[in-house]
Antibody, heavy 122, light 107 residues
Framework: QLQLQESGPGLVKPSETLSLTCTIS??????????WAWLRQPPGMGLEWVAT???????YYNPSLESRLTISADTSQNQFSLRLSSVTAADTAVYFC??????????????WGQGTLVTVSS | DIQMTQSPSSLSASIGDRVIITCRAS??????LNWYQQKPGKVPKVVIY???SLQSGIPSRFSGSGSGTDFTLTISSLQPEDFATYSC?????????FGQGTKLEIK
């Protein structure tokens, strides 16, 4: 059974860079035609897609965050990571990593990590 | 970006009730529409994908319909474990976008 686990600091200072890693177990990051994503959910609010990386390394970013984002994959560690620079309080959220399952009519977020709360505060 | 609008934003219902939640896209998304269930403090779980396909392991009382811009999620007979927040999500184009959620509460 595929499992995803987020890791990273729970507290980040304003203007600094948020760095998170998602470790995959029960499957390989580069097996199959899968896409790997980060999403976030501010407290009490809805879900927001952040970024996606494909099994070939192609990246996709939410345009509202793109200038501050980097998503990358480390196949040797079976991990993918997110970096969000110049954070503000508005970036406080639970961050989830997830794997997309693609099909004829788009794709859906099938497997999710447990989520990790990142608070931006001095 | 494609905007996803759900209604209602909250809903009170009783065990055994039939419930319908709607989702409207700001432009046509064919059948690229998913529904997620999320309980407080828990991870979202897909219940319907591709507008009408029931995710494996989800009870058959859940169903989805629609195409283009208008979609519905129906729960035919509410059970205690169904009280949660439901969100729609389009996957036709990047950025993938979600509705604001519908909180389903016990009456």
């Amino acid at each position: 059974q595929l499992q995803l686990q987020e890791s990273g600091p729970g507290l980040v200072k304003p203007s600094e860079t948020l760095s998170l890693t998602c470790t995959i177990s029960g499957g390989s990051i580069n097996s199959g035609s899968y896409f790997w994503a980060w999403l976030r959910q501010p407290p009490g609010m809805g879900l927001e897609w952040v970024a996606t990386i494909s099994y070939t390394g192609i990246t996709y970013y939410n345009p509202s965050l793109e200038s501050r984002l980097t998503i990358s994959a480390d196949t040797s560690q079976n991990q993918f990571s997110l970096r969000l620079s110049s954070v503000t309080a508005a970036d406080t959220a639970v961050y989830f990593c997830a794997r997309l399952t693609t099909h004829g009519s788009g794709s859906h977020y099938h497997y999710w990590g447990q989520g990790t709360l990142v608070t931006v505060s001095s | 970006d494609i905007q996803m609008t759900q209604s209602p934003s909250s809903l009170s219902a009783s065990i055994g009730d039939r419930v319908i939640i709607t989702c409207r896209a700001s432009q046509s998304i064919s059948s690229c529409l998913n529904w997620y269930q999320q309980k407080p403090g828990k991870v979202p779980k897909v219940v319907i994908y591709s507008a009408s396909s029931l995710q494996s392991g989800i009870p058959s009382r859940f169903s989805g319909s629609g195409s283009g811009t208008d979609f519905t999620l129906t729960i035919s007979s509410l059970q205690p474990e169904d009280f949660a927040t439901y969100s729609c999500q389009q996957s036709c184009s990047v950025p993938h976008t979600f509705g604001q959620g519908t909180k389903l509460e016990i009456k």
